[in-house]
């Protein structure tokens, strides 16, 4: 398990990375309890995948950001028992996760862990028009960490001990996906 704290440049965000089940549950604590009661609750949700046996991508992280912190689970094929706590969190009717690919990377999550998301909103081509200046601009400030096509390159390396660059770029990912749909929920 690590903490940092990671600058996007637009935002400093207070990210763990881990596998344990008591950092997830703490993460998911952080946020239930974070969240204003009367704005919407809005978590932005990314995955990202490694290349794996016989050239399939395997999914290796869930990165969840509620826009001041973000949790990136270490997702294992050696069969790591994900908390319930993450299980009911994704599927809280309160709730809306947000994704650049949410659709695909959910449905790799549910067919690889089992784990399901009751409130997803796609954020692909359709959405992307109705976006503001706002996110033009936050997408500008963050520079070189998000790429035009707001993808992510498969690298068969995120191991156990990843590197300041992977952590951004999952934690960037999460951030952008959170951004874009706070604007939209709230246009």
């Not at 290349?51 to 395997?58: A, L, P, T, V």
């Not at 826009?67 to 993450?86: E, N």
């Not at 070189?144 to 995120?158: G, K, Q």
Request: aromatic residues 8%; proline residues 3%.
């Amino acid at each position: 398990m690590s903490s940092s704290i990671v600058d996007l440049g637009v935002a400093k965000i207070e990210t763990t990375v881990t596998r344990q089940t008591s950092e997830i549950n703490r993460l998911v604590k952080t946020f239930l309890s974070n969240n204003n009661y009367y704005s919407k609750k809005i978590i932005g949700l990314g995955t990202e995948q490694a290349q794996k046996y016989s050239n399939r991508n395997k999914t290796v992280l869930l990165q969840l950001c509620d826009g001041r912190y973000c949790l990136i689970v270490q997702l294992s094929s050696h069969g790591l028992a994900l908390p319930r706590s993450l299980f009911n969190f994704l599927n809280l009717p309160d709730y809306t996760f947000v994704g650049i690919g949410i659709k695909k990377s959910l449905k790799m999550l549910e067919s690889e862990f089992g784990l399901t998301c009751k409130n997803a909103v796609e954020i692909g081509p359709p959405t992307r028009n109705l976006m503001t200046l706002e996110m033009t601009h936050l997408k500008h400030m963050m520079g070189n960490i998000v790429r035009n096509e707001l993808t992510s390159p498969i690298f068969d390396d995120w191991g156990a001990n990843l590197k300041e660059n992977q952590i951004k770029l999952a934690v960037s990912n999460a951030y952008l996906a959170f951004g874009m749909g706070n604007n939209l929920l709230h246009y």
